[in-house]
């Protein structure tokens, strides 16, 4: 995205006005890694609230990290207040929380009110992000710099069409034989006896598509194939499926979500993930 260099300005001017402590928004905006989070910040009126007091922990994603996103992705995010807000504010979490209190947590909840999943094996992830530097102490909170868009399920939904309504349920997907990818299926109530599927998985294997199905069974007692699911795009990591199936008979079985390595190795599943109500 070509990034306003007389916004950019404006904002570093503004944020340095504050003082000579370096506030979330000073860093930010003093960093050209950043400028297209500053941009997004700026439209979505957050530039005050995150130079307060705070104090907060915010995971910074850089512009190549924005970049990533799927086409036509940040476009709409941009042009839409409350998305962008959601956005944003879900890489904002409450408080002051340094690298060394980060890999003690699953998960944190977000000023959005999601929360993200902490994972350190092989490293410190944040949902599907990478932690690529740490402990960038501001004088009203951290940032922790990561290199991919954080988006909640709310967003996921809006982007693909979709509004997320009430009746939705999720469940994490397990590598699968030391595959290394894992994610989430989120299931939505969409009514009139149609339900909206979404999944997103970390560590895909870059490039081709992996065939995805709901099986009868759970993953540690596996059968036959229900329905078929849209094929992850292993470049983004995320598929969108639109079923003509009533959510309470999804949900209300016993099934599982399996996810397989390409469709020459149906044999070979990556992740795998009980869809099941306690």
């Known amino acids: 995205m070509r990034i306003a260099r007389t916004l950019f300005a404006t904002l570093a001017v503004f944020a340095l006005s504050f003082g000579s402590a370096q506030t979330i928004v000073d860093i930010a905006a003093g960093d050209d890694r950043f400028s297209t989070l500053v941009t997004a910040v700026t439209a979505a009126g957050l530039v005050e609230t995150l130079s307060s007091e705070g104090p907060f922990t915010v995971f910074a994603p850089t512009n ?29 979490v409450a408080g002051a929380v340094p690298a060394a209190d980060v890999v003690t947590l699953t998960k944190a909840r977000t000023v959005q009110g999601e929360h993200v999943r902490i994972g350190t094996e092989g490293g410190v992830t944040v949902d599907d992000a990478n932690v690529v530097i740490t402990d960038l102490e501001a004088s009203n909170g951290i ?29 994490d997907l397990m590598a699968v034989a030391g595959s290394g990818v894992s994610g989430e299926v989120l299931i939505v109530d969409m009514g009139r006896g149609d339900t909206h599927v979404q999944i997103r998985l970390d560590g895909t294997p870059a490039g081709g598509n992996h065939p995805a199905h709901f099986h009868a069974g759970r993953c540690d007692q596996p059968g036959g194939v229900v329905i078929p699911l849209s094929n992850v795009d292993g470049d983004i990591g995320w598929s969108s499926t639109r079923l003509d199936v009533p959510f309470e008979w999804i949900v209300g079985g016993v099934h599982y979500v399996n996810v397989h390595l390409s469709p020459d190795q149906m044999g070979v599943s990556v992740a795998c993930g009980d869809v099941v109500l306690d």
């Open 143 to 171: 940032i922790h710099v990561i290199d991919a868009v954080l988006l909640p399920r709310a967003v996921l939904a809006a982007l693909s069409g979709q509004t997320l309504p009430t009746g939705f349920v999720s469940y």
């Open 64 to 92: 190549d990290a924005f970049a990533a996103l799927p086409e036509g992705a940040l476009d709409a995010v941009l042009a839409d207040a409350d998305l962008l807000t959601a956005v944003l504010t879900y890489h904002v």
